[in-house]
Structures are given as structure tokens and as C-alpha cells.
């Protein structure tokens, strides 16, 4: 039986941009992002929430993170620091078997996770909560009334798109919002490195669980040039029972201009590819049989950020000082990936504990705006530490809680012991 489909034929006319009105709109769906879109719809607030890439999750799935790392306090009895979102990834993931806590490890508690499960269960949440997404979507201007951000203009393959909130939480990573709104941004004056990450399958767990890392450290420092490797540190985490290991041993550059940006992308799946060779050769027991299973994104560490009003210090990290306007805690180390062949690690004690204040999350000049995630404002030894998933988590919180509380007034006068309350568990909790 013939089938005849209809075609209509279209030529291209300028039209309006699709129009997007919400509360809070949030630029930025990884961690952060998602935590500051689900929270304010938790709070009955319209969202809409933002992304570059056709998918929700950031890094945290596109980079294969594959650890929460941050999201536990440090000694021989960790308790959780952030709760929120944290709690329902921990329980649902947990429940499917797509987590694997790892205890010791930089005196605390890292749990792996499946990153396929991680982006399913984002992408549940986002759609039960009810927020608007716009996936695919270049923010090409922010329109910007004094103090008070008016207007997003994004452009998708599918045409134009304009949005407009009360509140923002930019949540891009690179400070992105901030930028294009003309507001002063801090950049690093030599690179923090990125990483591209490995996830090998056919790995061989049992001669991977003998595989000594000063040794294998040693073996990159000495053998490494001639694979075109240049970071002499890292680490292999095998996944228990399912013949996979997470390679995080690579150092790249962080470009913020286009093209070399776009060429990094290509350039980290050369260096995954030396990677793999290397190990092939120098532990063939473990990985003879080994292959890419997902090379993912380039990992991006640090890269541009806001000038807050708070400028985070690393000593006060050291020194865990507790700010009047503390919205979130952590005691993960200092971990800076400012040289090219190696990291820089300062762990911290049992009881240690520092603070993200309030201020180094909202740019001065801003009233209805703020940073979460590894945009938010310190300097790079500081933001090292707060920059992984349990403070990004919890920064994404504190900001759709602000801007709730902030209403149609300004972040900078909101009553600092009302979002406190709100965000009790993330400071104060302690089970």
C-alpha cells in the first residue's frame, strides 16, 4: 500500500523571539543550577531554567565527573554538610545501586556514581517540579536597568528566545550572565587546569585492586613525556563489580576565547587516547583489554567568575572563619591545579570546617542577581575548595532562597537570620 506524507515548502521570515516569563531564572544546569531550579520551584516559585548543551547536568554528567566530592564533613564519622538535593540523589541513587561510597580518602567520604543514572535522575526532577527548560540555548545579551538585571536574549537552532525574571542565579560556570550584563568579573592570571576524564570498560578489577599509586605516579613522572603526558599525579578509581575504572590523570588548559575552547575539546580526546596507550603499556595486567567506554567533555576547574562583594580567601578557608552571612559549609581541601605536571593539596583536620558566605555570591553593582557554583567570588586557592559538588550544591540552594526572600527588593537587604533558618540544615546539621 503506497504511503504518501505531506511536505510543505518554507522560506525562512524574522519573527518574533519566543517569550519566557518567570520568577527566577536560572543560566547554568549543572550542579548548581539544578539545585537553585529545583529549590525555588520546591518554593512554589515559576522557573525557568538554561543551558548551552542539549541536555541538563553540566559537567557532572557531559565531563563524567563520576565523584561527589564536598558532600561530607571530614574524621572517622563523616556526616553530610549539604542536605537538599543531596539527600534524594544519595536515596535514589543509592536504591538502583548507582553509588559507591569510598571512605578515607582525603579524610572524608567520596562517593562514585553512575553518571548515565545521575542525568536521569536530574532530568525526572527538573520535569516533576514543573520548571521550563531551554536547552541549546547562547546567551547573546542581558539587558540590565541600573542595579536590576531585566532581560535575557538567547539564541537556539530553532530561533530566538527572550527571558524574562524577577531574580537570577547565574549558575554558568564561567560567569557567563555576569559577564554579558557588563559587570566585572575576575579571571586567573596563569591557567588552573582542567582535566579530561576517562571512563575505561573491560578493565580488570582484581589486578586494577594491586595497582599501587606512588608506583603508578612514579611510572607518569618518568615515562610520561613519551606518551605526550605532562601531569605527573591523579588517580584510578575502579567501579566495584562492573569492570570499569574512572581515570582522572590528565591536566588542559581552560581557554575562554571560541576557537580555543572549541579545540580543546578535540585536543582532550587526543590526550584520553595517550592516556589509555600509557596505561596499556605500563599495567597491562589491569588494562590490556581496556577501551574507551565515554571520553565526555573537557573538565573545567576555574575559569572566570564575579567580582562579589565578599572576596573568599584561602586563609580564611585555613582558618575556618564562620561569616555573619554564611550560607553554606565545607571541608574539602584546598585542591589547586595551577601547575601543569601536578596538584596542590591542603588537607584539613577532623573538625575543620569552612564557610561560603552570602556576599561572595552577589555582585555589588546587582540587585536581583546571584552567583552559585564555581562562579561565585574568591581567590583561586579558595575557590579550589569550594568549587566541587557539596558547596556547589548548596550554593545553588542559598540562591533561589535569597532571591525568594528578596522578592521584587534587592539580595543586598534581605534578613540575613530568615534565609539562615531556611538553610539550617546545611549549617547546622550535624546526623
Not at 9 to 34: F, H, L, N, Q, Y
Not at 90 to 106: E, K, V, Y
Not at 148 to 158: N, P, S
Not at 295 to 306: A, T, V
Request: hydrophobic fraction near 45%; charge should be negative; aromatic fraction near 6%.
Amino acid at each position: 500500500m503506497a504511503v504518501n506524507v505531506a511536505t510543505t515548502t518554507r522560506r525562512r521570515t524574522p519573527g518574533a523571539a519566543k517569550w519566557v516569563e518567570a520568577d527566577i531564572a536560572v543560566v547554568g544546569a549543572g550542579v548548581s543550577g539544578i539545585s537553585a531550579a529545583i529549590e525555588a520551584a520546591r518554593l512554589g516559585r515559576r522557573v525557568v531554567l538554561i543551558d548551552g548543551a542539549p541536555a541538563l547536568g553540566g559537567q557532572s554528567v557531559g565531563a563524567i565527573i563520576g565523584t561527589f566530592c564536598g558532600f561530607y564533613s571530614n574524621g572517622p564519622e563523616p556526616y553530610l554538610v549539604t542536605h537538599g538535593i543531596v539527600d534524594d540523589i544519595l536515596r535514589d541513587l543509592g536504591a538502583q545501586g548507582a553509588l559507591n561510597p569510598i571512605r578515607g580518602r582525603r579524610n572524608t567520604i567520596i562517593v562514585q556514581y553512575n553518571e548515565m543514572a545521575l542525568a536521569r535522575w536530574m532530568e525526572e526532577a527538573v520535569r516533576q517540579a514543573g520548571i521550563e527548560i531551554v536547552l541549546g540555548a547562547v546567551l547573546r545579551e542581558v539587558v540590565r536597568d541600573g542595579g536590576r538585571i531585566r532581560l535575557l536574549r538567547l539564541a537556539t537552532r530553532y530561533g530566538d528566545v527572550e527571558v524574562a525574571a524577577q531574580g537570577y542565579v547565574d549558575a554558568s560556570g564561567d560567569a557567563a550572565l555576569t559577564w554579558l550584563a557588563g559587570l566585572p568579573c575576575r579571571q586567573p592570571d596563569a591557567p588552573i587546569y582542567g582535566t579530561q576524564m576517562l571512563l575505561l570498560e573491560q578493565v580488570d578489577e582484581a589486578a586494577l585492586s594491586q595497582l599501587d599509586r606512588a608506583e603508578l605516579q612514579a611510572r607518569l613522572k618518568r615515562y610520561g613525556a613519551k606518551y605526550g603526558l605532562t601531569r605527573e599525579d591523579g588517580f584510578v578509581f575502579g567501579v566495584p563489580g562492573a569492570g570499569l575504572a574512572l581515570v582522572n590523570m590528565t591536566h588542559l588548559a581552560a581557554p575562554l576565547d571560541p576557537l580555543g575552547a572549541s579545540h580543546q575539546v578535540l585536543a582532550g580526546h587526543a590526550l584520553a587516547d595517550a592516556m589509555l596507550r600509557f596505561l596499556k603499556d605500563q599495567y597491562p595486567g589491569a588494562f590490556a583489554l581496556a577501551r574507551m567506554r565515554n571520553y565526555g567533555l573537557p573538565g573545567i576547574r576555574q575559569s572566570r567568575w564575579i567580582v562579589g562583594r565578599h572576596h573568599l580567601l584561602a586563609d580564611e578557608v585555613r582558618q575556618g572563619i564562620k561569616f555573619p552571612d554564611a550560607v553554606g559549609r565545607c571541608s574539602w581541601p584546598i585542591e589547586l591545579h595551577h601547575r601543569e605536571d601536578g596538584v596542590h593539596w591542603e588537607e584539613f583536620g577532623d573538625d575543620h570546617m569552612h564557610w561560603i558566605p552570602l556576599g561572595a555570591m552577589v555582585p555589588p553593582e546587582a540587585d536581583n542577581l546571584i552567583a552559585a557554583g564555581r562562579c561565585a567570588d574568591g581567590d583561586p586557592a579558595a575557590l579550589s575548595s569550594i568549587r566541587v559538588m557539596g558547596p556547589c550544591i548548596a550554593m545553588g540552594a542559598a540562591a533561589a532562597h535569597a532571591l525568594d526572600l528578596a522578592g521584587a527588593g534587592s539580595v543586598h537587604q534581605i534578613d540575613m537570620a530568615a534565609l539562615q533558618a531556611r538553610l539550617a540544615d546545611n549549617l547546622q546539621r550535624k546526623d
